[in-house]
């Protein structure tokens, strides 16, 4: 399953409701992962499994994304203020970019641990059917939560929610990735187990340079996604009086937008009819697109009928 742009994925929650669904999915994840995590490192540690206790680690990574997520989540929802005029929305780019570092870290350091077993082969020992027991478990239970929390980002449309939930389904595919090299280990294949810690820190380290990367792009400015800006265009060129417009340009912000656009109008109206047009405009893209904030500029302009007529 591929991660959907927010442009498709319907229009924008109330900010009640999605506070509330990021409460409610970010609390449940973390009691998911306190269990897990707990389970497989003890299971992990007592079965000689040392894909096991990088999975266990792995999920109390997901801990520590979570809270990153809680937080952002309660200070994104800030109304503007005198330091911040547009708001707080991009805490939640900020999480994003959060979620990414602890990802890429926790892949790198389970990488580096499995390299080190396999350089080493006669200390790898022979697991437990425990193990692999609780690896199965895991498995289940963490795509389970990533279906129920893309589930949920995506009726609210959060991007952060998006990435939190892409989180646990790296921990299902890790998860099944360790299944497997224990299931080797028990099947007198040692060397499977350290090898699928390798495998799940490289998947895991990607999937987090990806979200760093995408969420460094957004706070720096950059624009909408294609779709969005279309769909604003289209919004801008269907309001009365808008006889053309030039210059429109977007930023992210969170899972909000920031614009800007020069409007064409019939030079001939007076300054209070063409704002009440200016206005109009705002008020529509406003209604109708995740835009934060319009800023709008008047271009006096000559309506086509009369410059034919010239």
């Avoid at 109304?79 to 926790?106: F, K, P, T």
């Avoid at 995408?214 to 969005?228: F, I, T």
């Avoid at 899972?255 to 200016?278: F, K, N, R, S």
Wanted: charged share 20%.
């Amino acid at each position: 399953m591929e991660i959907r742009d927010m442009a498709e994925l319907g229009s924008e929650a109330p900010s009640e409701e999605r506070d509330a669904a990021t409460r409610k999915s970010t609390w449940t994840s973390v009691a998911v992962n306190l269990c897990l995590s707990i389970t497989q490192v003890i299971t992990g540690f007592f079965s000689s499994s040392q894909g096991l206790i990088a999975d266990g680690i792995h999920s109390l990574s997901d801990l520590v994304a979570d809270f990153v997520v809680l937080i952002a989540a309660h200070h994104s929802k800030k109304e503007a203020d005198e330091n911040h005029h547009y708001g707080h929305q991009r805490y939640e780019n900020g999480a994003s970019l959060a979620l990414g570092a602890i990802l890429l870290a926790v892949g790198i350091g389970m990488a580096w641990s499995a390299a080190h077993k396999l350089e080493a082969p006669e200390t790898i020992a022979t697991v437990h059917m425990a193990a692999l027991w609780v690896a199965l478990v895991a498995l289940v239970a963490k795509e389970l939560l990533f279906r129920y929390m893309l589930a949920v980002a995506e009726r609210v449309r959060s991007s952060m929610l998006v990435a939190n939930a892409w989180h646990a389904r790296s921990d299902a595919a890790s998860s099944l990735v360790v299944a497997i090299g224990i299931g080797g280990n028990l099947l007198g294949l040692p060397l499977l187990d350290p090898v699928a810690a390798l495998i799940v820190g490289i998947m895991v380290g990607k999937m987090g340079w990806g979200f760093f990367w995408d969420a460094l792009h957004d706070l720096m400015d950059r624009s909408a996604a294609e779709e969005q800006i279309k769909a604003i265009s289209e919004t801008i060129s269907n309001t009365p009086g808008v006889l053309g417009f030039h210059d429109l340009k977007t930023r992210k912000t969170g899972d909000m937008i920031l614009a800007d656009v020069h409007l064409e109008i019939d030079g001939q109206l007076t300054v209070e009819q063409g704002h009440d047009i200016a206005l109009l405009v705002t008020t529509n893209v406003m209604s109708n697109h995740p835009v934060l904030h319009l800023m709008t500029h008047v271009d006096p302009a000559i309506p086509a009928d009369e410059n034919s007529n010239r």
